[in-house]
């Protein structure tokens, strides 16, 4: 079982839409953070959180420790939002090396 | 702003070469992480300097790959002897703190194709 689990996968959204995905967590963690990788390859960091709930923009992270469950909402969402965003968190206790969800592909359709 | 860079973008190696992959990370960052990201993979960790000292190679695959970092900035990941399964985007990122602390700042990835 990987320790880091993103749902969904994929994901379609019409222009507009709100969005969520989901992660969960079967470590002990320091940190978590979500990325954003756009084709090509570029990762760029969005939030690194460890407790509570953050907000930039039309992104809103959240992360409930107890449940080890974090989401990333994506408000009125647009066309340029599309990139597979990933879930990685950063072991309790470690140099700070991150374990990696498999990511979700989002796709928002103009 | 300078981000991390790497370099070369994309290296298409035959099998049984030797290749050698170069990180630029943040000026003044201590921390540097290899990663490597297989096709529709998430990155899986492969190693880990703070300055010029390895605390942490547990991620490297086998003892074909080797990093290095000697003056604690500039870092290279060699691949001796390459196989096809070692077709990959590798990652570097660097953070400004050691230990726990620190957003990572990911440079654009070497994408190797072994053939």
């Known amino acids: 079982k990987n320790e880091v689990e993103q749902s969904p996968q994929n994901l379609t959204a019409q222009e507009g839409e709100f969005i969520t995905i989901n992660c969960s967590y079967s470590?002990?963690?320091?940190?978590l953070h979500w990325l954003q990788q756009h084709p090509g390859g570029g990762i760029v960091s969005l939030f690194m959180?460890?407790?509570g709930k953050k907000k930039h923009g039309r992104l809103i992270a959240t992360i409930n420790i107890q449940e080890k469950h974090s989401s990333l909402h994506i408000t009125a969402s647009h066309p340029r939002d599309s990139a597979v965003y990933i879930c990685?968190?950063?072991?309790?206790?470690?140099?700070?090396?991150?374990?990696f969800g498999k990511g979700t592909k989002l796709s928002v359709k103009p | 702003g300078a981000g991390v860079s790497q370099s070369p973008r994309y290296k298409v190696a035959k099998r049984g070469q030797d290749v050698a992959l170069r990180c630029d990370p943040i000026?003044?960052?201590?921390?540097l992480f290899w990663y490597q990201q297989a096709l529709g993979q998430g990155p899986e960790f492969l190693t880990y300097?703070?300055?010029?000292?390895?605390?942490?190679k547990s991620g490297l695959p086998s003892d074909r790959f080797f990093a290095e970092r000697p003056e604690g900035s500039v870092s290279t990941l060699k691949i001796q002897r390459t196989q096809q399964e070692d077709s990959a985007v590798y990652l570097c990122?660097?953070?400004?703190?050691?230990?726990?602390?620190?957003?990572?700042?990911f440079g654009p990835g070497t994408r190797l194709t072994v053939l």
């Open positions: 990122a660097s953070s400004l703190a050691g230990g726990e602390l620190g957003t990572q700042y």
């Open positions: 470590v002990g963690i320091s940190a």
């Open positions: 959180l460890s407790s």
């Open positions: 990685a968190v950063r072991r309790g206790g470690s140099q700070g090396n991150l374990i």
């Open positions: 000026s003044g960052h201590v921390s």
């Open positions: 300097f703070q300055n010029e000292a390895q605390l942490d």
